[in-house]
Each structure stands twice: as structure tokens, then as C-alpha cells.
């Protein structure tokens, strides 16, 4: 059922199986925070279990970087941005991804990768090295990012 996120009111709703719920839904209401104040959108999430756009994101990392990752995915997220594919996935283990798939010709394409607080590095990310901003509602994110090479 989809789920529209409140970053006033920060939830677990929908994210109760990770060990770290709290953590994460603060990572996802700062994510909602984003796209209200610059696309003035609600960030909608709907289980992720057999979307599209799941498997999008699934096929990006496996073909770009032949990263597969072992934590459930219980979330995802694609709000309708003029111009943009831009979707979440949010993850049991903590971790949140993110597509940016500008649709113009010569647009940005690139995968970002986000730790909740309290995160190790999962393994199949070991070799990105993470950079850490601090935020009110997700307390010490870390994230990192490679930029898409195919067209997807």
C-alpha cells in the first residue's frame, strides 16, 4: 500500500523488519524533505517486492558495477519529476540507493548510495569510500556515488 512520507512526523511505517528502523526512516523522511523543497512533490514509497522500479535499479548496479545486494528491499520510490527518472530503494539492512536518470539528451546519470546512522558498509560496497553530512531528521549520513555509463 503506498505510503505517502511525513518528514514532520518521521515514521517506521513500512520499515519495522531492519534492525535499524529508527535510522532509516529518518533517511527516508530527509530524502522527502529533499523533493518537497526543491519539486514541492509528495515522496510517495510502495513496498518494493516485484515493481519495476526495483528491477531498474537492480539491473543498473548488476550491469554497471556488478553489485547485487544482500539486504531485502522493502521500499521503493519514483516521484514523477518532469524531465527526470529518479528512483529510491530502500533497504532491511539500512541502506538507501538512489537513480538520477536525466532524460535529456547529455543529462546526469548516476547511482547514489546513502548508510543509515549505525550502518556498517555492506561488503558489496567496500570499495566506495563514503563522504559524511549530518542531518536533523537521519542524525550521520554517509554516502558515496559512481556515475552511469549505458543508457538505461
Do not use: C
Not at 514523477?80 to 540507493?97: D, K, M, N, Q, T
Not at 554517509?142 to 543508457?151: L, M, T
Amino acid at each position: 500500500m503506498p505510503y505517502v512520507v511525513d518528514f514532520v512526523n518521521v515514521s517506521t511505517i513500512g520499515l519495522e523488519s531492519s534492525p535499524l528502523p529508527d535510522a532509516l526512516a529518518g533517511l527516508r523522511a530527509n530524502e522527502a524533505r529533499y523533493i518537497r523543497n526543491k519539486y514541492d512533490l509528495d515522496f510517495t514509497t510502495e513496498p518494493a517486492e516485484g515493481t519495476d522500479t526495483l528491477a531498474w535499479v537492480t539491473k543498473i548496479l548488476t550491469d554497471e558495477r556488478g553489485i547485487v545486494i544482500a539486504s531485502p528491499a522493502l521500499e521503493v520510490a519514483e516521484p514523477p519529476i518532469p524531465g527526470i527518472r529518479w528512483a529510491y530503494v530502500f533497504y532491511e539492512s539500512g541502506l538507501a540507493i538512489n537513480v538520477l536518470y536525466e532524460l535529456a539528451e547529455g543529462g546526469k546519470h548516476a547511482v547514489g548510495f546513502k548508510l543509515s546512522d549505525g550502518m556498517d558498509v555492506p561488503d558489496e560496497l567496500g570499495t566506495f569510500k563514503f563522504a559524511r553530512q549530518q542531518s536533523k531528521l537521519a542524525g550521520t549520513i554517509r554516502g558515496s556515488y559512481f556515475v552511469i555509463k549505458g543508457e538505461y
